[in-house]
C-alpha cells in the first residue's frame, strides 16, 4: 500500500513543519530498529512493537507479544483502525490522517522529545477498577449523560443558532464536538463556535460550497473548458486536501509531491488532448521537463526560445571594459547598474532610458549644439523639436548656434553620424535649408544613428509626409519569464561560494550575450545542481510547491 507518513516538528521558533514522506510497503512497522518504516525512540519501545497491515478493506494495528499502545485514550494490544485515531506509543502520538489521492493510509507523527517524562506519568494512571464505580452501571450511566450533555444539548444549541434563534445563555453548544482547534485565520475569523459555517448540513462532510461562500476568488487547478478535454474523474473536494481542527496553518495544506505526480506522472493517459508535458519528479535524471518561457509572443521553450522587444543591447560590449566605462570610476559595469531588485525578490524594475542609458547616451541631434537634447519616447514629438531648431536656426535665432560654423566638433558616441554635417553648407532661402536639414536629420534618427541604433523602427517608405514615414516599434522588455513557477533572487543572492556579479553570470551568460533575442534563463539542469526531491546530503529538498502554487493566482509562497 501507499503510505504517506508525515512527521511534524516545532522549531525553537514555535513554528512547526511538517516533512512528508511516501513509502511503499506491504505493511507499516514501527518499532526503535532503524529499519522500521516508523522509528520511535524510548525504553519502553520495543525493537518491532506493532504493525499496522490491512486485513480485508479494514486497516489493523496489532502488537508484538507483550506490548501494548493507547488508542484514543485506551489501553489495547490490537484494533481496527480508523482516520482520526490516535494512538500513543510512549508518548510519540501517531494519528491517522485522511490519506491524499494516491494514498491508503496517512500517519502524522509527532515523536515524543521527552520519553521518560511520559513514561513517569503513565505510573500515576488511574484505573477504573480503582473508583467506586461498578464497570457495567457506571458505564450506562455516563453513556447517557454524555448522550444528553455531549449531543442533544448542543444539536438543539446548533439548529437554534442556524435557524437564527435565541440561544439561552450557558447551553453546551456544537463548540463541544470540536476535533480540535482550527488554523489560526479561521479561528480569527470564524471564532471558536461558528461550525455551521463549514459544518452546512449535519452528518454530512464538508462541502466545497462552504468554503467557496468565503473563499470566492480561489481557482480551481484546471480551468473549467479544459477539464472537460481531460480524463481526471471526479475533483477533489476542498477537504481532501486541506485538513481542519490541527490548530496550525502550516499542516492545513497537503503539500506532497505524490499528490501532484498523481496526476503528471500520467499526464499521456489521464490528460487527453491537453498539452502539458509529463513530470514524474523532480531531481537529476531529467524526471522534470526543461523549462519553457513565457514571452510577450508566447510560452516556447526555453531551449529555441528568442526574444524580441525591439530594444537593441548588447550585453557583451556594455559588460566589457575596454569598450564601456562606468561615468564616476572609469571601472567596468556591474549588473546593479541597470538592474534593481524589487521589493518582492523575485523580478528586478523595469529597465528605463533615463534611469540606465541616458547618462552615457544623450539624445543631442546638433554637433554645433552638444547641449540640445531631443525628448525621449515620443517620436512624433521629437521630430517637431528637430524642424522648430532648424527652423529657428537658419533664420538666425541669436541664442542658437550660425547655421554656417567651421567644421563642428563631432561627438565620439554612435549615435551621432558625421554624414550629417556638410548640410550646412546649404546655400539656398534660409527656410528651405531649414526644411532639409531637418528631414536629413529626421531620417538620420529614425534610419541612420540615433533612436535607431537602440530602436527597431519601421519604414513606410510611401508614406508622403515625413512625420508618417518611421515608426518606432513598442518596446517590449520582458518581465516575467516563468508565469507558471515562481523564483526569488534574495534567496539565490549567494550562489555557493560566488558573490554578487559572480552569482548573476552563474545563471545567466550575460558576458557572452551579444543580443537582445537572446533569452539568458537558466534551465532546470542548472536549478538541480542544488535542489533535489527527495533529502540529499548538500542539496536543499524542494517540493512542487515551493515552486508552483496548486490554484492558479493564488499569492506567491501560499500557505505559510
Ligand atoms: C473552516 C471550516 C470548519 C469549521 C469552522 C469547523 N470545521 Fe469541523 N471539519 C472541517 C473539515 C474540513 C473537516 C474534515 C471533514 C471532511 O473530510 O469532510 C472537519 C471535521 C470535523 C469533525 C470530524 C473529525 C474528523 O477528524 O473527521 C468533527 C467532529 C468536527 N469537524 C467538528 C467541528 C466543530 C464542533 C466545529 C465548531 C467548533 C467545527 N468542526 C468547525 C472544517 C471545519
Ligand atoms: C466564513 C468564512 C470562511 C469559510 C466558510 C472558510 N474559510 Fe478559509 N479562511 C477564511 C478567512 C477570512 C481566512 C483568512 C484570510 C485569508 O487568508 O484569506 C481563511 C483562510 C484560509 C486558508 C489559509 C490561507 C492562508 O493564506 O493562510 C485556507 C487554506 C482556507 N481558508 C481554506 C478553507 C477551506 C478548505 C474551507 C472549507 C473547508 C474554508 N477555508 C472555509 C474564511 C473562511
Ligand atoms: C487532478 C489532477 C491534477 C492534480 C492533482 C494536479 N494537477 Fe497540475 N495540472 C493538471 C491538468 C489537467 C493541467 C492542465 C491545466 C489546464 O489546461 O487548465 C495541469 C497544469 C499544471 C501546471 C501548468 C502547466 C502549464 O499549462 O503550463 C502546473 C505547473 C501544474 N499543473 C503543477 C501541479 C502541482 C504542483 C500540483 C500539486 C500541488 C498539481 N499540478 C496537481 C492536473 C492536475
Ligand atoms: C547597461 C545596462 C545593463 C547592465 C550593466 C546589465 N544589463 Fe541585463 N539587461 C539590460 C537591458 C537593456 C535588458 C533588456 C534587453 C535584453 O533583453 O537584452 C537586460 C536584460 C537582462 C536579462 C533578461 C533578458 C534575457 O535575455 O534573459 C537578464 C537575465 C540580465 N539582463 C542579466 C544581467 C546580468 C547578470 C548582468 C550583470 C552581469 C546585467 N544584466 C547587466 C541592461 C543591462
Ligand atoms: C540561481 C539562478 C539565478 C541567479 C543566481 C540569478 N538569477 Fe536572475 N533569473 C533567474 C531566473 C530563473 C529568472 C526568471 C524568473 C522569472 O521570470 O520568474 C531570472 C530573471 C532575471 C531577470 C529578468 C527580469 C526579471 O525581473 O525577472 C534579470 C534582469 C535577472 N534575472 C538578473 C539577475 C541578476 C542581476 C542577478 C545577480 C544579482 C541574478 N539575476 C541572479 C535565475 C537566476
Ligand atoms: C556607462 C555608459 C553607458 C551606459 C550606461 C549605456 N551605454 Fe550603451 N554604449 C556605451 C558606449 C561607450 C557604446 C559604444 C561602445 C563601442 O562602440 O564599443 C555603447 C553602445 C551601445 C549600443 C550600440 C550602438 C551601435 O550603434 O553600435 C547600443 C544599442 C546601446 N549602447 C544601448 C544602450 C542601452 C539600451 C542602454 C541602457 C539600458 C545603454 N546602452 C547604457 C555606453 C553606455
Ligand atoms: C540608448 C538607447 C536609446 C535611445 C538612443 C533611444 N531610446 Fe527610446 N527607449 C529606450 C529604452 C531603454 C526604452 C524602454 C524604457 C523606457 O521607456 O524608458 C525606450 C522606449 C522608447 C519608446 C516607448 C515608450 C513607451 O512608453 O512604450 C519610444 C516611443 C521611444 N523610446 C522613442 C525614442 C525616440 C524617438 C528616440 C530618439 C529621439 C529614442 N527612443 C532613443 C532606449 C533608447
Ligand atoms: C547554487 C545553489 C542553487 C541553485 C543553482 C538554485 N538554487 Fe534555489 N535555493 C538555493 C538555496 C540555498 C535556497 C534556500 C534559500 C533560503 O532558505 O533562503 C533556495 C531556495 C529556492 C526556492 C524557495 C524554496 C522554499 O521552499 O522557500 C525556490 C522556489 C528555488 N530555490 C528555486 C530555484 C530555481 C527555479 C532554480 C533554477 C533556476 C534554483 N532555485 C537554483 C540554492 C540554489
Ligand atoms: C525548482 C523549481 C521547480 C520545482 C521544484 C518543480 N518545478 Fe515544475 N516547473 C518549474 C519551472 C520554472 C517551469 C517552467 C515555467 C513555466 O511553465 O511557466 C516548470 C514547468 C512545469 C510544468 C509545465 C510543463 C509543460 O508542459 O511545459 C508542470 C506540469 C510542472 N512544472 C509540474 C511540476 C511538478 C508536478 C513538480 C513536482 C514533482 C514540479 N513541477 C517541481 C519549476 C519547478
Ligand atoms: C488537490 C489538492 C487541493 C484541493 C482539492 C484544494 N486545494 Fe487549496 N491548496 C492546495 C495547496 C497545495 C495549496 C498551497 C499552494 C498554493 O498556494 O497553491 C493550497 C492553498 C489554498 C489557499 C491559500 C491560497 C493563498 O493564496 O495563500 C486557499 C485559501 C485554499 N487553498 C482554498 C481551497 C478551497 C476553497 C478549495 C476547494 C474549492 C481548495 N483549496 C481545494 C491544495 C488543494
Not at 119 to 124: D, I, K, L, T, Y
Not at 306 to 318: D, G, I, M, P, R
Not at 322 to 345: F, I, M, N, P, Q
Request: net charge neutral; charged share 20%.
Amino acid at each position: 500500500m501507499m503510505v504517506l507518513i508525515r512527521y511534524l516538528r516545532r522549531g525553537p521558533d514555535g513554528i512547526s513543519e511538517a516533512q512528508d514522506f511516501e513509502v511503499e510497503t506491504r505493511a507499516v512497522t514501527i518499532g526503535s530498529a532503524a529499519d522500521r518504516t516508523i522509528q520511535l525512540l524510548g525504553r519502553s519501545v520495543g525493537a518491532q512493537h506493532a504493525t499496522i497491515a490491512a486485513v480485508g478493506s479494514k486497516l489493523k494495528l496489532s502488537c508484538a507479544r507483550g506490548r501494548r499502545f493507547q488508542l484514543n485514550g485506551k489501553e489495547v494490544r490490537s484494533a481496527a483502525l480508523n482516520v482520526g485515531d490516535e494512538i500513543l506509543i510512549a508518548g510519540h502520538r501517531l494519528r491517522l490522517i485522511n490519506p491524499p489521492a494516491g494514498f491508503d493510509l496517512g500517519v502524522e507523527v509527532q515523536l515524543n522529545a521527552a520519553a521518560d517524562a511520559s513514561e513517569f506519568e503513565m505510573a500515576f494512571r488511574t484505573d477504573l477498577d480503582q473508583t467506586w464505580l461498578s464497570k457495567r452501571g457506571g458505564a450506562w450511566m455516563l453513556a447517557v449523560l454524555a448522550a444528553a450533555l455531549a449531543l442533544l444539548l448542543p444539536l438543539r444549541t446548533a439548529i437554534l443558532h442556524r435557524e437564527g434563534a435565541h440561544v439561552p445563555a450557558g447551553l453546551p453548544d456544537e463548540a463541544l464536538w470540536s476535533a480540535g482547534p482550527l488554523i489560526p485565520p479561521h479561528e480569527l475569523a470564524l471564532g471558536g463556535s461558528n461550525c455551521g459555517a463549514c459544518h452546512q448540513e449535519f452528518f454530512v462532510r464538508v462541502q466545497d460550497g462552504a468554503c467557496r461562500q468565503c473563499h470566492q476568488p480561489i481557482q480551481d487547478h484546471v480551468v473549467k473548458q479544459d477539464l472537460a478535454l481531460a480524463h481526471l474523474g471526479a475533483p477533489q473536494r476542498c477537504a481532501q486536501c486541506h485538513a481542519e481542527h490541527d490548530g496550525d496553518a502550516a499542516l492545513s495544506a497537503i503539500r506532497l509531491d505524490g499528490l501532484c505526480l498523481a496526476c503528471h506522472a500520467q499526464s499521456k493517459s489521464l490528460f487527453g488532448s491537453l498539452k502539458v508535458q509529463t513530470v514524474s519528479g523532480f531531481a537529476s535524471g531529467g524526471a522534470h521537463p526543461a523549462f519553457s518561457v513565457t514571452l510577450q509572443t508566447g510560452r516556447e521553450p526555453l531551449a529555441a526560445a528568442q526574444e524580441h522587444s525591439n530594444l537593441k543591447f548588447s550585453h557583451a560590449q556594455h559588460l566589457d571594459a575596454s569598450r564601456v566605462s562606468r561615468a564616476g570610476d572609469g571601472g567596468a559595469l556591474g549588473c546593479s547598474d541597470c538592474h534593481r531588485l524589487e521589493r518582492t525578490g523575485e523580478h528586478f524594475e523595469p529597465i528605463t532610458m533615463a534611469r540606465d542609458c541616458a547618462s552615457c547616451h544623450q539624445l543631442t541631434f546638433d554637433p554645433a549644439n552638444p547641449s540640445r537634447e531631443l525628448p525621449h519616447g515620443k517620436p512624433l514629438e521629437a521630430m517637431y523639436v528637430i524642424e522648430d531648431y532648424f527652423a529657428r536656426r537658419y533664420s538666425g535665432d541669436p541664442k542658437l548656434p550660425p547655421a554656417h560654423p567651421a567644421a563642428a566638433a563631432l561627438r565620439r558616441l554612435p549615435d551621432r553620424d558625421a554624414a550629417a554635417a556638410p548640410l550646412d553648407s546649404c546655400s539656398g532661402a534660409a527656410y528651405l535649408c531649414a526644411n532639409r536639414r531637418a528631414a536629413a536629420e529626421i531620417e538620420n534618427q529614425f534610419a541612420g544613428r540615433g533612436c535607431v541604433s537602440c530602436h527597431t523602427v519601421t519604414e513606410h517608405a510611401a508614406a508622403k509626409d515625413i512625420h508618417d514615414r518611421f515608426e518606432v516599434l513598442p518596446v517590449r522588455l520582458n518581465y516575467e519569464y516563468f508565469s507558471g513557477a515562481r523564483f526569488n533572487h534574495r534567496q539565490h543572492a549567494i550562489q555557493k561560494n560566488l558573490l554578487g556579479d559572480e552569482a548573476c553570470v552563474s545563471c545567466h551568460s550575460a558576458r557572452s550575450s551579444t543580443h537582445s533575442t537572446d533569452v539568458m534563463i537558466p534551465d532546470v539542469d542548472r536549478c538541480l545542481q542544488c535542489h533535489t526531491q527527495r533529502h540529499e546530503k548538500d542539496k536543499v529538498t524542494t517540493q512542487c510547491v515551493s515552486c508552483h502554487t496548486y490554484h492558479p493566482g493564488a499569492s506567491p509562497g501560499g500557505l505559510p
